[in-house]
């Protein structure tokens, strides 16, 4: 998975401490904000993993990985990252063949995602995130070139230039239409439920919405909770993943954050 | 033989004790016999497509499936899907069940909320409707699914009931019926539901074997001695048959039970085959001696005649039809081996009983004509043979112009004759099982199934998009080639998870390697070992379908075949096997078995023929009449739409059989009738006279027991009875109408049997032209030469004339002398020749013309050898004519030193000087 994010620190020993005491702190906080239905939002640190095999989404999973000599080990997923880590680093790993080496990597890439997530400690953190339905997020509230904020008229909308997390990419674009055309109501330019539905383009002006009610194009289909870039201020971390025939299978990792309620929502330093 | 069948007249009681003995010794071992209809038995041993069948099913696994079909309106109702899973369960119970696949096993992959979802499709029963219709409509979506375990209308669904592979411990009656009384809760709540699956079909085709054995045999038999007695009129003489024949099955069934072979489709069909054979040889034996009895002679005398009579005859029918089975035993398939084998060793028991048994009852019983009726044909005028022969040789161009026209129709009829390899379409329209199977095949994708199998060497292959995409254009193609199929692969699990992680129903195949591998994180290698081995270097595509005819099965084959040839990379070996693709060749060998088979007992009959009349012109010319019904078999096969199957392929090696022996016994007839009479045509009116009563008793006889198995409710059984009665009708037409005109069209009297006896067994042997030569050097070396006939004074040869021939003298003197006169007139003689000598082939040699004249001086008959005849001989004898240039230089050696001696000493008495030279 390509997300552009800096690789995490390596997992300090004390990390599980940590997201133990984190987890103490946040449920008691969180725990009378209204859970939304579809993707499931973790506040404790722990991250949503998909297993192998089944495809379940659980926060824990077991799975036997090969090593050099024809070994094989079973190995508990975050549990032992560090030993994952070190079999990776020492070429202990086994990749010859196709499925073991992707395997390989799907555990590494959970077991970075799970350190992303609790690099920081949660000691004393502000929260003004979880508070938003990210759900049914507006486009207008997601981290795009202000300048470029759908439905509104700017004259200094590049979204290619102004687009630095690459968040555009990753939304299903159309090729530029005669303006006033079609026009998007700002509210069709949300997600419903965690789904997009159709496309955006970008004209001269602004990057507008092609809705299609029945088209499903994005999901976003977990959103984790952690300071990522350590500064007392909590995060959110948006994983999205097209959908829909043709779809490109490059999943997008989002981290956003706010340093006041209702404020806006930026990408954290440090990625 | 003569010796042996007087042999076992001698002491009867002895050899009949001796026979019953040896039976009760085979009836202890009835108790092992077993019957076993296998499909691996069908199929050719050492093929080399099976050794690849065997590699593919340890590599893929192989799993024997019994489905069970629920139809309903609403077949997903809770109520019926409640008791549907308690009757799932149950069957997973069954000691000899592996697992169960089903709509409550099978994972339905979708997406909820983004995640994989791999519940069962029945995890939850559907509460309504629309969520029935829904589920309905998803799992017949599943290609997987469509057609295997969901029809594609959906108002039927089946669960695979996998059996465990090897020994279960049950055989197939069992398990059909363990599985219907666990799935009896069921027929209550749908409104159609059944169990289908190669153990059922195998265990009804083995049920009716056992039920034709028992209810159609003693009929036939029934009408078999019903015809003879009818006919023959002699208790004995009709209860000879059923009991050489019923002993020989014995001794057959004992020894099987013995050796553990069990009784299949062809084996159950050797105690036909005892009676029908076994009998033509016992009437004709009786017939014979029935005839010295009508002629006054006593027992023992008539029993010498009919061991001198047909004593050699019996034996040479036995042994063509013996090697005619035998070969068949040398087919690679098993079942035909076994048949083959225990048919060839059942003929064998037949003779050994018919010659002892029938002469020693005879010796016992032979005396007593317990009915004193009147046999068929005794009140016929004595000279029908007659009038049959006349009417015959006065529509001979009619009948000649008949019979091509018919062969002509009925070789027409050969492209349309249809293979069918599969047994159940031979159960008939009652058949439960065929019903059953009709259903499947009408909302399911049948039984029958074939793989193509794709292969790399290298690991990881499949796992890259570019030759799974290969896989799946084979796939379409063959799909589209059949609609009907299931066809099925490795790839058609991507696509569902594809689907199911872009949450839409075509995304189709992954495009990138990375797609797939990514996918394949989850995907156990179990869910698909079916499909791709572990190193994912060889994968295949299972094609279920309903194909049962050969044509079309090698036709789509071939359409296979050729798009693979043109559109698959050449770095991949893809190859289709399969059960459907070894029972097309194991049909295709039983075929060439068979032929081959037919083909054999007419080379070795027309050797026999041959042999008997020194000319290979009348083994083939007596072959036709045998050739003859084959083609009209053929022929009624291809225009009634009888297909060839195992039953009606050994319609056509049995009526030959028969129709070989009744064709030997008349032809071994007319030849001893040749040799008495010396007339072709007072031959022909005998053997018709003699051979009429039993080959026409003992055809009319079979044909009605034959007729008796058209009323089987087993298709190969009441098509072989069918097939089999027509062919013998016609092998008698042919023995009575073409091999009297075939036989007159040639020359069959030879010089050999017109010399004299004296001729033949003095004057011939003591000749120097024949010295060193065997008997039948000599009779070839005679049958090229003519015989002259010359009265006293008549001239052979003159001086001058062309030396074309060398004479031999068989009776009379003739005398050579040089044609210059002496003073007293006379031509001086050079030599004189009698009875035995040569003359006249100086000249031959020298190629001169004659130098001297030759003159009878008695009545004198002379053997012409012509230089055309020499050189014939010289050409395709060799080994003769060597010895013949050998004793003609002898002969003209001795010759000239008698000259020498004779001009030396003009009185002609030998001096001591010569006497010591």
């Known amino acids: 998975m390509t997300h552009g994010v800096q690789q995490a620190a390596p997992y300090g020993r004390h990390g599980a401490f940590r997201r133990c005491a984190l987890r103490t702190l946040l449920y008691g906080c969180l725990a009378c904000l209204p859970v939304t239905a579809a993707a499931r939002t973790v506040h404790d640190g722990a991250a949503l993993l998909v297993e192998p095999r089944s495809g379940r989404p659980v926060e824990r999973y077991a799975v036997d990985l090969p090593l050099s000599g024809q070994r094989q080990r079973e190995f508990v997923i975050p549990d032992d990252c560090a030993a994952v880590i070190d079999a990776i680093e020492r070429r202990s790993a086994d990749k010859t063949r196709v499925l073991a080496r992707r395997l390989w990597r799907k555990v590494g ?49 590049q979204p290619a230039a102004t687009d630095p997390h690459g968040v555009l990419r990753h939304f299903p674009l159309s090729e530029p239409i005669e303006p006033g055309d079609r026009g998007a109501q700002a509210t069709a330019c949300a997600l419903r439920d965690g789904l997009f539905y159709g496309s955006l383009y970008v004209d001269a002006h602004s990057i507008r919405c092609e809705p299609d009610a029945g088209r499903a194009s994005l999901r976003l289909i977990a959103v984790d909770y952690g300071d990522v870039d350590g500064n007392g201020f909590l995060d959110a971390v948006l994983r999205f993943v097209p959908i829909g025939p043709g779809a490109a299978r490059s999943p997008l990792i989002l981290p956003l954050s706010r340093t006041r309620p209702g404020g806006p929502f930026f990408v954290p330093g440090g990625m | 033989m003569q010796r042996l069948l007087l042999l076992f007249a001698h002491r009867p009681w002895i050899w009949l004790a001796a026979l019953l003995a040896a039976s009760m010794l085979a009836a202890t071992q ?72 089903s709509l409550f096993s099978v994972p339905h992959i979708k997406s909820v909320d983004g995640y994989l979802d791999k519940q069962a499709y029945l995890t939850s029963p559907p509460t309504t409707a629309e969520q029935a219709r829904q589920l309905r409509a998803a799992a017949a ?94 208790l004995l003489d009709v209860l000879t048959p059923l009991i050489t024949a019923g002993v020989s099955i014995l001794w057959t069934y004992g020894l099987m039970g013995w050796l553990g072979i069990p009784v299949n489709v062809l084996t159950s069909t ?70 083959g084998l225990i048919a060839s060793t059942g003929l064998l028991f037949n003779f050994i009983v018919t010659v002892i048994f029938i002469p020693a009852a005879l010796a016992i019983a032979g005396r007593w004509r317990l009915d004193g009726g ?279 090696a049995i009526a030959v059989g028969i129709a070989v022996d009744d064709t030997l016994h008349f032809m071994l007839r007319y030849n001893q009738e040749l040799r008495t009479s010396k007339s072709q045509r007072l031959a022909m009116h005998n053997t018709l006279r003699e051979e009429a009563l039993p080959v026409v008793s003992t055809s009319i006889a079979l044909i009605a027991g034959f007729l008796v198995f058209t009323q089987s409710t087993f298709g190969p059984v009441a098509q072989f009875g069918l097939l089999s009665a027509f062919v013998i009708a016609t092998a008698l037409f042919a023995d009575f109408v073409i091999t009297p005109l075939l036989m007159s069209s040639l020359r069959l009297v030879t010089l050999w049997d017109l010399l004299t006896s004296r001729v033949r067994q003095q004057v011939i042997p003591q000749s120097p032209l024949f010295r060193d030569m065997r008997p039948w050097q000599i009779r070839k070396f005679v049958l090229s030469s003519t015989l002259l006939e010359f009265e006293p004074g008549e001239a052979v040869y003159r001086y001058g004339d062309d030396s074309a021939a060398l004479y031999l003298v068989m009776k009379g003197v003739v005398e050579i002398t040089v044609p210059r006169r002496s003073a007293d007139g006379r031509e001086p003689v050079v030599d004189q020749f009698g009875s035995g000598q040569i003359f006249g082939d100086v000249a031959v040699l020298a190629d001169e013309p004659r130098k001297t004249n030759a003159v009878a001086l008695t009545d004198t008959t002379l053997m012409v050898l012509s230089r055309e005849a020499i050189a014939n001989v010289t050409h395709f004898h060799p080994f003769i004519a060597s010895k013949l240039f050998l004793n003609l230089a002898r002969d003209v050696s001795c010759r000239w030193v008698s000259f020498i001696v004779r001009v030396r000493s003009p009185s002609g008495e030998t001096t001591e000087e010569d006497r010591k030279a």
């Open chain 1, 109 to 157: 890439e959970d077991c970075w995602f799970d350190g992303y997530l609790n690099r920081h400690p949660f000691t004393e953190i502000e929260d003004h995130v979880s508070d938003y339905d990210f759900m049914n997020a507006r486009l207008a509230d997601l981290p795009i070139d202000r300048d470029c904020a759908p439905g509104e008229q700017h004259t200094r909308c």
């Open chain 2, 374 to 652: 009147r046999r068929a044909f005794e009140n016929a005028r004595a000279d029908w043979p007659e009038r049959l022969w006349r009417r015959l040789c006065a529509h001979r161009r009619h009948i000649a112009i008949g019979v091509s026209l018919l062969v002509l129709v009925a070789a027409t009829g050969f492209p349309r004759i249809g293979i069918n390899h599969n047994p159940t379409d031979s159960l008939g329209a009652d058949s439960p099982a065929a019903a059953d199977l009709a259903h499947l095949e009408q909302h399911f994708a049948g039984l029958e199934s074939f793989s193509i199998v794709v292969s790399s060497g290298i690991q990881d292959t499949f796992l890259h998009a570019r030759y799974l995409n290969e896989v799946v254009e084979i796939q379409r193609f063959v799909q589209q080639l059949e609609p009907s199929a299931s066809v099925t692969t490795f790839a058609d699990y991507l696509v569902l998870l594809n689907n199911a992680f872009l949450e839409t129903d075509d995304a189709g195949m992954p495009q990138s390697n990375e797609e797939i591998a990514e996918l394949m994180l989850f995907l156990d290698h179990a869910r698909v070992s079916a499909y791709v081995t572990e190193d994912f270097s060889r994968t295949r595509i299972v094609v279920r379908h309903a194909i049962t005819d050969a044509k079309r099965l090698r036709t789509v084959f071939g359409a296979i075949e050729e798009f693979i040839a043109e559109n698959t990379d050449a770095g991949l070996a893809v190859r289709i096997t399969g059960d459907s693709l070894l029972t097309l060749s194991a049909t295709r060998s039983m075929i060439e078995g068979q032929l081959q088979s037919v083909l054999l007992i007419l080379t070795f009959f027309v050797v026999v023929v041959s042999f008997f009349f020194t000319d290979l012109r009348v083994g083939l010319v007596a072959a036709v009449p045998n050739v003859f019904p084959i083609i009209m078999l053929f022929g009624l096969m291809g225009y009634s739409g009888i297909p060839l199957n195992i039953g009606t392929a050994m319609a056509a």
């Open chain 2, 141 to 234: 979506a599943n290609p997987l699914l469509r057609n295997v375990l969901v029809a594609a209308d959906g108002d039927a669904m089946a669960v695979a009931i996998v059996l465990r592979k090897g020994d279960r411990g049950v055989d197939d009656r069992a398990v059909s019926q363990r599985i219907d009384s666990t799935i009896a809760p069921l027929r209550a709540l749908y409104e159609r539901v059944y169990a289908i699956g190669y153990p059922q079909v195998r265990d009804e085709i083995a049920q009716r074997i056992f039920d034709e054995q028992r209810n159609l045999l003693p009929l036939a038999i029934g009408a078999l001695l019903l015809a003879l007695f009818l006919l023959l009129r002699q």
């Open chain 2, 30 to 101: 009835l108790g092992q016999l077993q019957v076993r209809v296998s499909a691996d038995d069908m199929l050719v041993a050492d093929d080399p497509q099976r050794t690849f069948h065997e590699q593919v099913r340890a590599a893929f696994g192989e799993q024997e499936v019994v489905l069970l079909v629920v139809e309903d309106a609403d077949p997903l109702a809770a109520e019926r899907l409640e008791r549907l899973r308690a009757v799932v369960d149950a069957l997973a119970g069954l000691p000899f069940v592996a697992g169960v696949e």
């Open chain 2, 270 to 339: 050797v105690p036909i085959l005892l009676i029908v054979v076994g009998s033509t040889e016992d009437i004709h034996l009786l017939a014979e001696f029935r005839r010295a009895q009508s002629r006054g002679e006593q027992t023992a005398a008539a029993i010498a005649h009919m061991a001198r009579k047909m004593g050699r005859t019996v034996l040479l029918t036995f042994a063509t039809t013996y090697v005619g089975f035998l070969s068949v035993g040398l087919s690679g398939i098993e079942a035909l081996s076994q048949f």
